[in-house]
């Protein structure tokens, strides 16, 4: 007699995709923002009380009201009036977090007071540095052109890692120089393709692409294939940036959300409009990408250059 399948609670399943955020989150803050290892630890203690608070409530259902109850609940905890600032601001940094990664489209933290946020901001890469990271995989190599083409298209459409990873090849349109990205909630956007990216991945199609194909014995409909001629993994695609930085002597720390994060920045600082960026990004709410004209502080000072009259 077969087993029924074990369908675990709604409160259990909710409480695990808490705690998968969380991780998420304290390796953003490790590798993105640089903080000291004490205060990432510090962050991820502040957010397991968070977790024991919310009970198996749902992050994105909750609203500015109940989000007022929490530092009530820390209170009845016993913890003193600094401690419960702390983990109020550990909330919205956290609440942030998730807006930019968009698993929230509406930020109800930022409506709870507290102090100034946000200090640490995201790696960004300067275009000299992308510059060197885009062309560190060496001339020669096997899959040398592979690999270029993929740092190419993460910087060329500022895409996921898990949306490049499931890239098809009829998702690109080379001769019309765009790609299509399926992002979370299976929601497609079209994102343009600079010419250097797109002679760059029409070399890895010609020379190396055709050959990893015949390794298996039905053809992938994904863009990138590995070694064995099967999809790329997004966890290969983080190792060949890592390494790619090492040989670029960039910020060692990056990660392919780096250059998504450098891509808004570089656009924004060059005059782009937020709301062609947000769709470029595919961000659901145009409050998520404003947080990049906090990044790059260079815009602020052409805005006031320009505007200002002793500027």
């Known amino acids: 007699m077969a087993q029924k399948k074990l369908i675990k609670p709604r409160r259990e399943r909710t409480s695990t995709e808490v705690r998968e955020h969380r991780e998420a989150f304290l390796r953003y803050l490790r590798s993105e ?5 004490n205060t990432v630890k510090a962050y991820g203690r502040d957010l397991e009380r968070l977790i024991t608070w919310l009970a198996g409530r749902r992050l994105a259902g909750l609203s500015v009201a109940e989000l007022a109850g929490y530092p ?5 905890q016993g913890l003193a009036p600094t401690s419960v600032s702390r983990h109020v601001v ?15 489209t509406e930020n109800q933290a930022d409506l709870l007071v507290s102090q100034k946020l946000w200090q640490k901001i995201p790696t960004v890469l300067s275009a000299r540095e992308v510059e060197d990271l885009l062309t560190a995989p060496p001339k020669g190599e096997p899959l040398w052109r592979r690999d270029r083409a993929i740092l190419e298209m993460l910087y060329a459409t500022g895409c996921r890692v898990s949306e490049l990873a499931t890239v098809k090849l009829a998702d690109l349109q080379l001769g019309e120089r765009f790609c299509r990205c399926h ?17 760059v991945i029409a070399g890895y199609l010609e020379k190396e692409r055709p050959k990893l194909a015949k390794r298996v014995a039905t053809e992938p409909a994904e863009l990138f294939l590995s070694s064995r001629g099967r999809p790329l993994r997004r966890e290969r695609i983080w190792e060949l940036v890592k390494k790619c930085a090492a040989i670029a002597g ?22 782009a409009d937020l709301r062609h960026v947000q769709e ?21 000072k052409k805005v006031h250059a320009m505007y200002h009259p002793r500027g």
Not at 187 to 197: D, E, N
Not at 250 to 271: C, E, I, K, Q
Request: hydrophobic share 40%; aromatic share 8%; net charge positive.
């Open 250 to 271: 960039v910020n060692t720390d990056m990660s392919p959300h780096s250059l998504r994060h450098s891509f808004a920045t570089h656009l924004l600082a060059g005059g």
């Open 183 to 199: 992002g979370k909630g299976d929601k497609q956007r079209m994102v343009p393709l600079g010419g250097p990216a797109c002679e």
């Open 72 to 76: 009530a609940w820390l209170r009845e």
């Open 33 to 37: 923002c640089h903080l000291a290892e």
């Open 280 to 300: 470029m990004l595919g961000h659901a709410s145009i409050a998520t990408t404003q947080l990049y004209t906090h990044v790059d502080h260079t815009r602020l």
């Open 90 to 104: 550990s909330l919205k940094v956290f609440f942030k977090y998730l807006q930019l990664e968009g698993v929230l």
